[in-house]
């Protein structure tokens, strides 16, 4: 199974991209965090998306689709991958359609979280990452037991580049205006789960279950089928 999770920064889709990879055995394919890594070791990819990634705009296609589609052919998992922050235009969506038709795959699903910006703006002010694995803490609704410390194995949290104020106001602008357009995309192919992100990680994570049982898309999966109706 090949799913999307999109929603705005800040709308939980970290949290929910574990919860999936566990229970449904898929591998995660985030494009952020693929970009953070080639930022960091200075790779050619890098180096040309740096100023896009620090001014928080969207890093052009042509550098974005290329290297989510090795990443994909890297992973070469049969159970599926579990896309996170890709695709985030229409035309990352419909180049993304096109190759993977091309290798006889397609994307069964795209889960869309839905948050308020209020409550974005809010939660990315106080997000905080952990170093070594990348689990979200909230200082305010969902701190570590120590401050500073991940609770799961005990890194040192930090607060991303792009989570300042302006930039954060700058992306959600671009998330409301581009990204969103997906939902169309994806629900005119029958594919949508349209999720309120604004519940508490778990209730959130039984409605993606309930509705991508109801999309038909957990046969042949390791999940219980009775649990997604069970609510
Ligand atoms: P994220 O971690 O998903 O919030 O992504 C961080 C930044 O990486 C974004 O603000 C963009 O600059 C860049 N980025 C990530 N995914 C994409 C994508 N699919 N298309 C263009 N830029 C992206």
């Known amino acids: ?6 929603g705005a920064q800040g709308s939980g889709k970290g949290t929910q991209s574990q919860l999936l990879q566990e229970r449904l055995r898929l591998k995660p394919c985030a494009s952020g965090d ?7 070791k200075g790779t050619p990819l890098g180096q040309a998306a740096k100023p896009y990634y620090d001014r928080g705009d969207l890093v052009p296609d042509e550098l974005v689709i290329g290297m989510i589609l090795e990443q994909m052919r890297e992973l070469g998992d049969r159970n599926g991958v579990i896309l996170d922050g ?19 795959q397609r994307i069964d699903a795209a889960v869309y979280l839905e948050v308020p910006r209020e409550v974005l703006l809010d939660r990315l002010a106080h997000r905080y990452i952990c170093r070594a694995a990348g689990h979200v803490w909230n200082t305010k609704t969902h ?6 410390v991940c609770d799961f194995d005990g890194s040192e949290l930090y607060q991303r580049s792009d989570d300042t104020a302006e930039k954060i106001a700058h992306r959600l602008d671009i998330f409301f205006s581009e990204t969103i357009r997906l939902t169309d995309f994806y629900a005119a192919q029958g594919k949508l789960a349209h999720i309120d992100g604004t519940s508490e990680p778990e209730t959130v994570y039984a409605h993606i279950l309930a509705s991508l049982g109801q999309l038909g898309v957990l046969e042949g999966t390791s999940y219980p089928r009775q649990q997604a109706s069970g609510q």
């Open 1 to 6: 199974m090949n799913l999307i999770l999109f």
């Open 34 to 40: 693929l970009l953070r890594e080639a930022i960091s």
């Open 86 to 104: 890709f695709p985030r235009t229409i035309a990352q969506a419909r180049q993304l359609d096109a190759s993977l038709a091309r290798q006889g």
């Open 143 to 148: 701190p570590p037991r120590v401050e500073g």
